[in-house]
């Protein structure tokens, strides 16, 4: 190969890689949105079944905590 193919050949493979590494990122927020709705979504099961947020049933004779509210 001249220099010149080279060159192009290089160039289209990192158009390649650009296009690929931007699919990727784009799979990962949504990978992380989605584990983060499962997480809430266990954690919405504990509450219901009167478990702490950490997944420990809570003390005997101990009311359930309440839900903490949301801090911004």
């Known amino acids: 190969m001249d220099p010149a193919e080279l060159k192009k050949n290089f160039t289209d493979q990192i158009e390649s890689t650009d296009k690929q590494i931007k699919e990727l990122e784009e799979n990962l927020g949504k990978a992380k ?5 499962l997480e809430g979504g266990l954690e919405t099961l504990r509450l219901l079944a009167g478990e702490s947020p950490d997944g420990a049933p809570p003390a005997e004779g101990a009311p359930p905590e309440p839900p903490a509210a949301p801090t911004e």
């Open 33 to 37: 949105e989605y584990k983060l709705k």
